[in-house]
Nanobody, 120 residues
Framework: VQLQASGGGLVQAGGSLRLSCVAS????????MRWFRQGPGKQRELVAT???????AYVNSMKGRFTISRDSAKNTVYLQMDSLTPDDTAVYYC???????????????WGQGTQVTVSS
């Protein structure tokens, strides 16, 4: 199983980007999916979470600007980011709790990260 993130890039302050992360390979189910980010010189931090049910949760500073969603049929999680500021500059990572086979153990997987740079 692999997670592949994409959609990062360079954008001006106030702009928008949409990140995608697709899980590929042989898997049975995906439970929680998350986006994290790690800015320059900072620790990795949680951005948003979405459960299999579709319930979402956000870090306070992202509420109202970021929207996490998922397409379970495509094993994909998205992060719509609006009103971006230079403080949002970071490498964004997707994370998912995946069970590879029925009756198997759920494990956490990470994508490779996608760079988001917001210019002022």
């Amino acid at each position: 199983v692999q997670l592949q993130a994409s959609g990062g890039g360079l954008v001006q302050a106030g702009g928008s980007l949409r990140l995608s992360c697709v899980a590929s390979g042989s898997l049975f189910s995906i439970d929680v999916m998350r986006w994290f980010r790690q800015g320059p010189g900072k620790q990795r931090e949680l951005v948003a979470t979405i459960l299999e049910s579709g319930t979402t949760a956000y870090v306070n500073s992202m509420k109202g600007r970021f929207t996490i969603s998922r397409d379970s049929a495509k094993n994909t999680v998205y992060l719509q980011m609006d009103s971006l500021t230079p403080d949002d500059t970071a490498v964004y990572y997707c994370n998912a709790d995946i069970t590879e086979e029925k009756g198997g153990v759920e494990k956490a997987y990470w994508g490779q990260g996608t760079q988001v740079t917001v210019s002022s």
